[in-house]
T-cell receptor, first 114, second 111 residues
Framework: AQSVTQPDIHITVSEGASLELRCNYS??????LFWYVQSPGQGLQLLLK??????LVQGIKGFEAEFKRSQSSFNLGKPSVHWSDAAEYFC????????????FGTGTRLQVFP | ETGVTQTPRHLVMGMTNKKSLKCEQH?????MYWYKQSAKKPLELMFV???????ENNSVPSRFSPECPNSSHLFLHLHTLQPEDSALYLC??????????FGPGTRLTVL
């Protein structure tokens, strides 16, 4: 079955440090790929997406993600984390553009220490 | 108002109550979605509407009843819920299967 795996449930980094959040998917073809962020008590905000083309994608708030077909991965990164980045991050895949069905990972909670 | 709005933001109800959640999108999209977000579980897609027609019902119990009167509004009618239905209910919208934009959610507690 198709699935999305975020292996890290909780990550803690110091402010100013670099960040990488991992995402792997299980699917034969290349899906559409998304990263969303959720602050406490809030809905999901789109950070970035990959449909095709350049495999390094730039998003909002200084985030970027790289699609690696050989590894079925779409890892999210940021060179220097800010305290306001503390939130939960969700990777999602859209396996079929026509079905409007997103499959989400279980999320990674990011904690930032000053 | 811009984006996707949801009301109420918080709801506490007993198992015998009937209540409704409302979602409104101001983005001109033609597809709307209901998701359930429970602790320590992935977001679960519940329903999908395209041009007001339901195109997906992800094996959701009948105590949840969606309604989409037009492309901008989506309701989730609730009746005889169970405590395990307590969760954050998220609404989203998109344009023809493209990127989904989410509302802030309704935090539902069933007593």
């Amino acid at each position: 079955a198709q699935s999305v795996t975020q292996p890290d449930i909780h990550i803690t980094v110091s402010e100013g440090a670099s960040l990488e959040l991992r995402c792997n998917y299980s699917y034969g073809a290349t899906p559409y790929l998304f990263w969303y962020v959720q602050s406490p008590g809030q809905g999901l905000q789109l950070l970035l997406k990959y449909f095709s083309g350049d495999t390094l994608v730039q998003g909002i708030k200084g985030f970027e993600a790289e699609f690696k077909r050989s590894q079925s991965s779409f890892n999210l990164g940021k060179p220097s984390v800010h305290w306001s980045d503390a939130a939960e991050y969700f990777c999602a895949v859209d396996l079929d553009y026509n079905t409007d069905k997103l499959i989400f990972g279980t999320g990674t909670r990011l904690q930032v220490f000053p | 108002e811009t984006g996707v709005t949801q009301t109420p933001r918080h709801l506490v109800m007993g198992m015998t109550n009937k209540k409704s959640l409302k979602c409104e999108q101001h983005l001109g999209h033609n597809a709307m979605y209901w998701y359930k977000q429970s602790a320590k579980k992935p977001l679960e897609l519940m329903f999908v509407y395209n041009f007001k027609e339901q195109t997906e019902n992800n094996s959701v119990p009948s105590r949840f009843s969606p309604e989409c009167p037009n492309s901008s509004h989506l309701f989730l009618h609730l009746h005889t819920l169970q405590p395990e239905d307590s969760a954050l209910y998220l609404c989203a919208s998109s344009q023809e299967g493209a990127t989904q934009y989410f509302g802030p959610g309704t935090r539902l507690t069933v007593l």
